[in-house]
């Protein structure tokens, strides 16, 4: 059975960059069937797609972060990871690591960490 | 950005009712929808893909419909489990949208 787990700091100050770790486990993340995605949910809010990896190392952001966002993969270790620069109060959420098909629907989902964003 | 827009916001209903929840794109995204359940503090889960289509392990109350711009998500006969938010997803765009979500109750 395929699980996604999260890890990294669960407390980020204002301006600096939070950093999350995927670690994937029970299949390849360099599977040529899937993508692996951050996703982001303000507390009592709805979801934000944020971006997504292929193993290759091809990336895909949503433009609204783009300019803030870095996802990068370690195909040994079978992690993927997130990096959002800048960040704000805005910027608190649950986020969550998934895996994407390839008809873009998120079948697997980590269990979520919150990242609170603190002045 | 595609617009993803639920309806009811918010759905009060009983054990053994037939729900529908309804969403609609701002453009015509074929049949690239998708459909999840989330409970408090958990994470969502995937119902419905491909706007019809069963995930596995998904009881087969649930059942989805629609392409273009209209869908509908329907559980035929609500159990107490099924109390959570919905919301739908299209996959159309790379930029992938969630609806903002129907959180159904129990009345």
């Known amino acids: 059975q395929l699980q996604l787990q999260e890890s990294g700091p669960g407390l980020v100050k204002a301006s600096e960059t939070l950093s999350l770790i995927c670690t994937v486990s029970?299949?390849?993340?360099?599977?040529?069937?899937?993508?692996w995605d951050w996703i982001r949910q303000p507390p009592g809010k709805g979801l934000e797609w944020i971006g997504g990896i292929y193993y290759s190392g091809s990336t895909y952001y949503n433009p609204s972060l783009k300019s803030r966002v870095t996802i990068s993969v370690d195909t040994s270790k079978n992690q993927f990871s997130l990096n959002l620069s800048s960040v704000t109060a805005a910027d608190t959420a649950v986020h969550y690591c998934v895996r994407r098909g390839a008809n873009g629907h998120f079948d697997y989902w980590g269990q979520g960490t919150l990242v609170i964003v603190s002045s | 950005d595609i617009q993803m827009t639920q309806s009811p916001s918010s759905l009060s209903a009983s054990v053994g009712d037939r729900v529908t929840i309804t969403c609609r794109a701002s453009q015509s995204i074929s049949s690239y929808l998708n459909w999840y359940q989330q409970k408090p503090g958990k994470a969502p889960r995937l119902l419905i893909y491909?706007?019809?289509s069963l995930q596995s392990g998904v009881p087969s109350r649930f059942s989805g419909s629609g392409s273009r711009t209209d869908f509908t998500l329907t559980i035929s006969s609500l159990q107490p489990e099924d109390f959570a938010t919905y919301y739908c997803q299209q996959s159309y765009s790379i930029l992938y949208t969630f609806g903002q979500g129907t959180k159904l109750e129990i009345k």
């Open positions: 029970g299949g390849s993340i360099s599977s040529d069937t899937y993508y």
């Open positions: 491909a706007a019809s």
